[in-house]
């Protein structure tokens, strides 16, 4: 056993230099359990018991933003975890501007912030917790749906852009009350910086911006990690955003761990593809491990997947990517 702190295995992981062993850290969503702060914590707390994960990624439902706004979802058993929404808020452009900023002490936000606080208050500073951000995209898909959200952004702009403040001012307003709760960083989740959902050029406007805003906030965290979501990614936008942990779907964007590394600037989150870990042996999720730390030298790695684990994800495949570091 390591006497390595995560503290310090992640900071000289980040640093580029080499650690005592690889860290490693796996995240999921959590149906059900994802609707209460109690039961939410608990899931986390055991997962973390079992584990020994460097790092604690505190896995909310994607609708947990955008609830308070009047969005309604049920738990209908995807295995990604993901809920079915059954009515969004955002039917007509207009509609962005009836947006107000949500109070985080109040409804889901602050269920939320009291799954943080149980979860930080239970590990204290022996493993990193990070918060769930949804970009301001993201959740203002959840709002409208991904056509409709679109077909606004690009025919009536102005009341687009109005919506889209109100989220960042909403969001500001959650990372600030998780960080007098003490978390380490958060989780940013990028979901539209892809083609063919977006240009270039209308990611530069709608994406980038309000990105930074929100990474600009927490830069005062030593621990912020960004999650490039599905593949046909604009890699090179993100790459240089200003964060210690870049995760990707590093098997299925055929842009490689080897091939991100010398683009971005603090370390790589991947290396395991999510379905691979999903199949019924462990074999080939060995492999995969072996095969990440191979190509990045042990070094500037987080070890993990390029997304969420299956909630199905058999627990013998989870011991084997755990186990593939060492204690």
């Known amino acids: 056993m390591s006497n390595w702190s995560k503290q310090k295995r992640l900071e000289t992981t980040i640093n580029g230099e080499l650690p005592d062993r690889v860290p490693v850290a796996l995240w999921r969503h959590w149906p059900g359990d994802d609707q209460d702060a109690q039961a939410l914590a608990a899931a986390h707390l055991k997962w973390q018991?079992?584990?020994?994960?460097?790092?604690?990624?505190?896995?909310?439902?994607?609708?947990?933003?955008?609830?308070?706004?009047?969005?309604?979802?049920?738990?209908?058993?995807?295995?990604?975890?993901?809920r079915e929404y059954i009515h969004r808020p955002i039917q007509q452009p207009e509609?962005?501007?009836?947006?107000?900023?949500?109070?985080?002490?109040?409804?889901?936000?602050?269920?939320?912030?009291?799954a943080l606080r149980l979860v930080k208050e239970a590990v204290g500073d022996t493993v990193p917790v990070?918060?769930?951000i949804f970009a301001p995209l993201s959740q203002a898909k959840h709002l409208a749906d991904n056509e409709p959200m679109l077909s606004h952004m690009r025919s009536q702009p102005?009341?687009?852009?109005?919506?889209?403040?109100?989220?960042?001012?909403?969001?500001?307003?959650f990372i600030e009350a998780a960080k007098k709760i003490g978390i380490d960083g958060i989780f940013y989740a990028i979901q539209h910086a892809r083609y063919?959902?977006?240009?270039?050029?209308?990611y530069e406007i709608w994406g980038r911006p309000y990105d930074h805003q929100?990474?600009?906030?927490?830069?005062?965290?030593?621990?912020?990690?960004?999650?490039?979501?599905?593949?046909?990614?604009?890699?090179?936008?993100?790459?240089?955003?200003?964060?210690?942990?870049?995760?990707?779907?590093?098997?299925?964007?055929?842009?490689?761990?080897?091939?991100?590394?010398?683009?971005?600037?603090g370390a790589a989150s991947g290396g395991i593809d999510h379905w691979?870990?999903?199949?019924?042996?462990?074999?080939?999720?060995?492999?995969?491990?072996?095969d990440a730390i191979e190509q990045t030298n042990g070094r500037r790695l987080l070890l993990g997947t390029g997304?969420?684990?299956?909630t199905t994800t058999p627990l013998r495949n989870i011991r084997a990517l755990r186990e593939s570091v060492g204690r």
């Open 95 to 114: 509609d962005w501007m009836k947006l107000q900023p949500l109070d985080p002490g109040q409804g889901m936000l602050a269920t939320q912030l009291e």
């Open 196 to 202: 063919p959902l977006l240009s270039r050029e209308e």
């Open 307 to 310: 997304c969420v684990a299956m």
């Open 49 to 82: 018991q079992d584990y020994d994960w460097d790092i604690l990624k505190v896995g909310p439902a994607s609708s947990y933003s955008v609830v308070d706004w009047g969005v309604q979802d049920k738990w209908v058993g995807h295995i990604e975890g993901t």
């Open 214 to 265: 929100i990474l600009n906030a927490v830069q005062d965290c030593w621990l912020n990690m960004v999650h490039l979501h599905s593949t046909d990614v604009m890699f090179d936008l993100v790459a240089e955003y200003p964060v210690q942990l870049l995760n990707w779907h590093d098997r299925e964007t055929g842009i490689s761990l080897a091939d991100g590394l010398p683009q971005i600037k």
């Open 276 to 290: 691979t870990l999903h199949q019924e042996s462990p074999e080939n999720t060995r492999a995969e491990a072996k």
């Open 130 to 132: 990070l918060a769930t």
């Open 158 to 173: 102005e009341l687009f852009r109005q919506g889209q403040e109100t989220i960042v001012e909403s969001t500001l307003r």
